[in-house]
């Protein structure tokens, strides 16, 4: 293909999938399978690869993220960003439009939108092109995170139609109730602490450094507010109207409202309908429609004068602690859940609620048999908020949080810093060595799909498994004939699983095929507490061989792109442990891949035992070239700077962070030419 071919087919390939984006994630209306949309972006991104001079700012691929950022530039807003008036009483919306009569002396109109509850995003456009997004930081100045929101699909990258030359559209970035349940199931995995909202969860995505990170976590967006100089439009309906053809996601949950009454009958309508909604909102937001009236009416100090947020309350019950049981996760973290008496609470039955760890309960003053409140935090999660003293029985006892594992027995320690309590008993403690086997057979590690459905605890049960490594023990002899009945809570055969002859040779032959996974998903597979899927693979690319891994001091974990003190303790602790290193050994014996073997065939070994850190963009290679030249002259390249990087490769547009801590430690900052000229590529 030559390059003026390439130059157009990946402009037609760029409109297309655009557009087959907006048809997916703006508009609910997909016209094309999710496998012919994955054939035309590898297309694209191979030929982007090949022809890397056509690739545009609007590219779908500038999706996928890559980008990490140390520091979030700070960004001066165009037209203030300020927060909305909280109303929690019809009374006060009442009062909110005799004010707004009596300001204007004319019929009012008004727009009643759903209130989202996530992080509050502005979205820059100039000749229909993203430039900016910025977050609402103290509403004069936000953060400058374009990077990380170029990965949320919803959002436009370039726009369609007769849209203005410059303006700015606001709106929230928020968490979809699926993808939110999955990111703390995917950290309850990791050993992680959980989220206790969208909203929080949300605001620290958009944050995150790593953008190919933000771009995995399925962040989502609606836009609200269209603004900017000489706009052609008389009304704010109108704008949305205009910015929906434009390619931008608006909601089709809002209403022109020409009373008061109106008003009410939209707050009334959302105020149960918002529970079967696939995100959280947290009230209505009431806006003048017209802009020119909205301009009459300006704003105060802290909120606009045209606009209010009526804020549901969050629905709560009150029911009786029944009980508490003390769960142990994979990680040996003790979590204590209350049984409650069940109660109907935002359209579900609540039987059991988080208590998260001992300060709670303490905070709580919780005692045995109280009567609690219940509310689901951000919607979904049922948790304690509040004893009612009052209906205390009389001499009951407060709830001390335990002392001893309730599965092993073993004391609790409790780390300097941490809220939670954690079973020390590694090796030996029931649930923590099947939650090791469950996460290591798990599709994002092992991948042993033949094990799953409760099997694990049936070979665990009959003792032999006791480890991950035993796993590769099993034979066909000790398999065949395993059966289990598994019973509900009243007794019912709930189902039975069966090691037959299919089952069993299904179970080995997964077995025989994961040992040629991947050194990186084998490190996430080992389960090491604060290693997760991310984190392993850049430990990997960093210590392309276990032993190099094991060897590491931790000056050179830290050194590696986004591995700190915590996760570098916790690498250290785990390869110092004699059973660790043993289990390792029989898993390298039975054949599981503990090395990245090198792609890149030696040229000489001219950079051999010298450290390079690779940061901007070069005119003769890209950087995966730049690393790939590097390790086949026998160097090695590494994500961030310390003091034993010899040389940075720095090209154009080179973070200033790195520069500064590169001249901070006087190491040799080398350009592209210099570079080519060290490896004898010059000419």
């Known amino acids: ?67 990490v950022t140390k520091e979030f530039e700070s960004v001066a807003h165009k037209f203030p960003m300020l927060s909305l008036s909280n109303s929690y009483s019809e009374a006060e919306i009442i009062d909110f439009d005799s004010r707004i009569r009596k300001l204007l002396e004319v019929d009012i109109e008004y727009v009643c939108e759903l209130k989202y509850d996530g992080l509050a995003i502005s979205l820059w456009y100039e000749n229909g092109m993203l430039v900016k997004a910025v977050t609402r930081g103290d509403g004069s100045k936000g953060d400058d995170v374009t990077q990380n929101v170029k990965t949320i699909r919803s959002i436009p990258l370039r726009l369609t139609g007769d849209f203005p030359t410059s303006f700015e559209i606001r709106g929230e970035i928020y968490y979809p109730h699926e993808s939110f349940l999955k990111l703390n199931q995917e950290r309850e995995t990791d050993g992680l602490p959980l989220f206790a909202n969208p909203r929080n969860a949300a605001a620290g995505t958009v944050k995150l450094q790593d953008s190919a990170e933000v771009a995995k976590r399925k962040l989502d967006c609606w836009l609200y507010y269209l603004m900017g100089d000489k706009l052609p439009f008389a009304s704010h309906y109108e704008s949305l109207q205009k910015a929906r053809s434009w390619g931008f ?17 939209f707050v009334h309508d959302w105020e149960s309908a918002r529970h079967s909604l696939p995100f959280d909102i947290d009230g209505i ?46 990680t040996g973290a003790i979590t204590p859940v209350a049984n409650l008496d069940p109660v109907l609470l935002a359209g579900t039955t609540v039987k059991r609620a988080s208590l998260h760890n001992a300060d709670i309960i303490r905070l709580l003053d919780l005692h045995e048999e109280d009567m609690v409140m219940v509310e689901k935090g951000g919607e979904i999660i049922p948790k304690i908020t509040a004893v009612k ?60 799909e033949s094990l799953g459905e409760g099997k694990i605890e049936i070979i665990f049960d009959q003792g032999l498994v006791h480890n991950i490594a035993d796993l590769y023990d099993l034979t066909y002899e000790k398999l065949y004939g395993l059966e289990k009945t598994f019973e509900s809570a009243d007794g019912t055969i709930e189902r039975k699983i069966s090691f037959r002859e299919k089952t069993t040779e ?30 392993a693979k850049k430990l990997a690319d960093a210590f392309p061989d276990v032993d190099l891994l094991i060897a590491a001091d931790k000056e050179q974990l830290v050194s590696v792109d986004e591995i700190g003190d915590r996760i570098a303790d916790s690498v250290i602790g785990f390869f110092s442990d004699p059973k660790n290193l043993t ?67 720095a090209g154009e ?28 590529q010059d000419t």
């Open 1 to 67: 293909m030559t390059p003026e071919e390439a130059s157009i087919r990946i402009a037609h390939l760029v409109d297309e999938i655009n557009r087959h984006n907006h048809q997916y994630y703006s508009l609910a209306q997909p016209v094309i399978s999710d496998f012919e949309f994955d054939m035309l972006l590898e297309e694209l991104i191979r030929l982007e690869k090949q022809f890397p001079v056509f690739i545009s700012p609007d590219s779908p691929t500038q999706r996928v993220g890559g980008t």
């Open 249 to 265: 996601r608006i909601s089709n949950n809002l209403a022109i409202c020409r009373n008061i009454s109106e008003v009410f009958e």
């Open 285 to 330: 937001v009431i806006k003048v429609n017209r802009f020119d009236q909205q301009q009459q009416l300006g704003f105060t100090a802290k909120s606009p004068r045209w606009a209010i947020a009526y804020k549901y309350k969050a629905e709560e019950a009150v029911t009786r602690l029944l009980s508490i049981d003390y769960q142990v996760g994979r």
């Open 389 to 448: 003293p009052e209906f205390r029985v009389k001499n009951s006892k407060n709830v001390v949080f335990i002392t001893h594992c309730p599965e092993c027995g073993s004391a609790l320690v409790r780390s300097e810093g941490e809220a939670a309590w954690y079973c020390p008993n590694v090796a030996s403690c029931p649930p923590q060595i099947k939650g090791k086997l469950e996460h290591f057979i798990s599709r994002k590690a092992m991948n042993v």
């Open 506 to 535: 299904n179970i080995l032959k997964s077995l025989d095929v994961s040992k040629s996974v991947p050194y990186p998903r084998v490190l996430f597979a080992l389960g090491i507490r604060f290693v997760g899927e991310t984190v």
């Open 583 to 649: 289990i390792l050994e029989r898993l390298r014996y039975s054949g599981l891949q503990f090395r990245i073997e090198s792609k890149n065939e030696k040229v000489s070994d001219i950079l051999k035992g010298k450290t390079f850190v690779i940061s901007g963009v070069f005119e003769k290679f890209s950087r995966d070239e730049a690393k790939k030249l590097i390790e086949q002259h026998e160097g090695k390249v590494v994500g961030s700077i310390s003091a034993k990087t010899d040389f940075i490769l």
């Open 653 to 680: 547009q080179m973070g200033p962070s790195k520069k500064e801590k590169a001249e901070k430690l006087k190491i040799s900052m080398i350009d592209e030419q210099t570079f080519l000229q060290m490896i004898g």
